[in-house]
């Protein structure tokens, strides 16, 4: 069974940062793009970034302030979040798409929200 569990939400004030850890049980690690969503209140779900066999994509509301990185050995995507504003406010989602078929797997999510 495929789980990715998410951890390093919060609260932190407007130019702070935070590290997001995702860890995903079983194979679905090394045969998945992995990356992060994020979905805010009364809004739709939007991709943060999503890597894969070395190439990282973000979107342009993130690039220059969100990384994300991966540890093989350790089975885990991170999301290291730098100047975070209030509009980064958001349930934040773990989501692997297995290679080669059409298999998307999330999280559970977690709540960052940012204070002005």
């Known amino acids: 069974q495929v789980q990715l569990v998410e951890s390093g939400g919060g609260l932190v004030q407007a130019g702070g940062s935070l590290r997001l850890s995702c860890l995903a049980s079983g194979t679905i690690f090394s045969t998945s793009a992995m990356g992060w969503y994020r979905q805010a209140p009364g809004k739709q779900r939007e991709l943060v970034g999503m890597?894969?066999?070395?190439?990282?994509n973000y979107a342009d509301s993130v690039k220059g302030r969100f990384t994300i990185s991966r540890d093989y050995a350790e089975n885990t995507v991170y999301l290291q979040m730098n100047s975070l504003k209030p509009e980064d406010t958001a349930v934040y989602y773990c989501?692997?798409?297995?290679?080669?078929?059409?298999?998307?797997?999330w999280g559970k999510g977690t709540l960052v929200t940012v204070s002005s």
């Open positions: 890597t894969s066999g070395g190439s990282t």
């Open positions: 989501n692997a798409k297995k290679l080669g078929a059409l298999i998307n797997y």
